[in-house]
């Protein structure tokens, strides 16, 4: 207990530093995810083409490396210059959106053809089809794995500790500077992250109650 | 829809850009010179050596072999060569020392690289028989675990680029931007002591390096003595500025209570010191400054 009271500056800067990550983040990751999964069902080929390059390339490339290059790689291209919290977020939500992106598309893939078929039928176009048929019933049927690519992406800001982001991940080597036992420092990081994660479960259950789709 | 392509090949691009980085990271680490081989060493193996009442000790002994808690990533103080896996140093030289001492000559000398954060729980938890790798006695850490030493005294100092004629001392931070590593004292000192100055951390103080070449930041701030270290090995792109502007006494770290072991390291350091010197003078020495070896706290 004294760990955490006596070193509440790091803690608070720390874990609020990591919610900033993970909130800035998993809106960006959303909403570039759903349009990549549009682009990955779409009927034109070389859209199709694109998002699945990118899926690929993105998801199977370390986070670490993800991370990095734009921590160390991006400011030696000599575009915009940005901080490192932004270059973290810009990082983690371009992976994240890859997991978002195979997370909608197959919640696009649970829902019956013949729906399409029907929007179709009465004139809807594509984007309609989409948005007003498709999408709001995929994102139903795909709370429990979103869900999961949240927690892994809260999990995952911690990664930014290594240049200079100072969130959650940078709590332990600050405590064992200042000469705090390294183990109580870490079980507290552990129980907070545990309880944030508590919370997120609890939003899950509570939106699959709501739109548990009725079959 | 051309334009959208486009985007997606920048992106290879960029990709591409990942990976030349991280093979090109892999390739840097090695770092041509190293810091001279220890040659012969200007100590002997003890013969027939006996410490009552050390539990430390006595694990060593029913070992066969010293574990050794060091740092590998710092040049002229604990450096492992990535291509011959050998360590050298001077925390290096001063650990076999010790382990001679004990009677075990440095093929029965087992390196434990180890970083900061987990010095003080590989001592408690009995990982490693003692650690030497740039070790600040504080009183905070003594809570935790016992110092042997001091054997060496220095301070948060600067590193910078051998034509920067902006920074001279530590005075002249104001505005500029400072790396070190991640949450470290010498990082903390600057937040909480130099207010206007910029920080930056890394995991490592080579990533800091890297940056204070590639221009990310302006100087590079820890232990004089590991600055030293890496002038040392590029002495035509970096130098060291200023004198240190705080006081680091490095120790041995032993597991706390063993109270033996530490006079018995502290006696060796307090009769050894012609035996220091002559390391002193085959590491860190070779950058040119002359240092004398500080008196040992026995408390």
Redesign the interface.
Known sequence: MNTLLNNSDLFITGFRNTLILFFFAGVFALILGTIVATLRVSP?P??RA?AT??IN??RN?PLT??L??FA??Y???GLVEID?MTAATVGLSLYTATYVAEAVRSGINTVPVGQAEAARAIGLTFTQTLTVVILPQAFRAVIPPMFSVFIALLKNTTVA????V?EAG??????????????AGLLWVALIFVLIVFILSFAQRKLEKKWKVAR | ?KA??TR?KS??V??S??LA??LSACGGSGGGSTAPSSGSAPFTVAQNVSITGSPTFDTIKSNGKVRIGVKQDQPGLGFKDAATGEYSGFDIQIAQWIAASLGFSQDKIEYKPIP??????AITNGDIDYYVGTYSI????K??IDFAGPYFVTGQGLLVKKDNTSINSEKDLSGKNVCS?????PI?NIKANFPSTK?????TYS?CV??LK?G?VDAVTTDQAILLGYAAQEPDSLKVVGQPFTVEKYGVGLKKGDTALRQFINKMFTDGGSTWQKIYDSTLGQSGTKVTQPAVDNY
């Open positions: 034109i070389a859209m694109a390059l990118y390339v993105v490339t490396l993800v990095f290059f160390l790689g400011p030696k291209l490192f500790a290594g240049f200079s100072a940078a709590i332990r080597s600050n405590l064992s500077e200042r000469g705090e036992p390294a183990m | 829809m959208f392509i997606r992106l290879l960029a990709a850009a990942v980085l991280s900061s954060a987990n010095r003080e729980s504080t009183d905070k850490r809570q935790l590593a991640t949450g470290s004292t903390q920080t930056t951390e890394f995991d990533q890297e940056a590639s990310q």
